[in-house]
């Protein structure tokens, strides 16, 4: 039941294998979250619509506080955003941490947003020639001319 939910939330052809193992411990007023996770699952190719097979895996470590914490950091107005600094904590509502959110998260940060069949080509449509006003009274002439008895 779980994995079929995963599914639909994730648009996957199917997950036949979940695996994960997580670490809760205390940090400030709040906990740090750490796991390791890995699936079995398949999506639909871009190109043909057929199921592509894959095995993904991931760590994750994430800061959580609770909603109102002293520790919550303050913005300020004028800082400088560093990319290279650590996220901050994300912030729970009430007293139960959602696990299983954080991991449908970080699988689904890992798909392939655009997987495609090993060999799959896309081959595009034939674009039809300009057509204008012009060009459509010209065939309409070429046709009145060739209905005509000769």
Do not use: M
């Not at 871009?46 to 002293?70: I, W």
């Amino acid at each position: 039941v779980v994995r079929a939910a995963i599914v639909r939330r994730l648009d996957l052809v199917s997950l036949s294998g979940f695996e994960a193992s997580v670490r809760l411990s205390p940090w400030l007023d709040g906990a740090v979250l750490e796991g390791r996770w890995s699936a079995e699952l398949e999506q639909a190719c871009v190109v043909t619509l057929d199921p592509v097979a894959t095995a993904l895996s991931g760590r994750f470590s994430v800061r959580l506080l609770p909603v109102g914490s002293p520790n919550t950091p303050q913005d300020e107005p004028d800082s400088v955003i560093d990319p290279e600094a650590d996220d901050p904590p994300d912030l729970v509502e009430g007293p139960a941490i959602p696990v299983g959110d954080y991991l449908v998260e970080h699988l689904a940060l890992e798909l392939d947003p655009f997987p495609r069949k090993p060999g799959a080509v896309f081959v595009p449509p034939e674009e039809p020639g300009l057509i204008t006003p012009f060009s459509v009274l010209k065939d309409l002439a070429a046709k009145n001319r060739s209905d005509k008895p000769g």
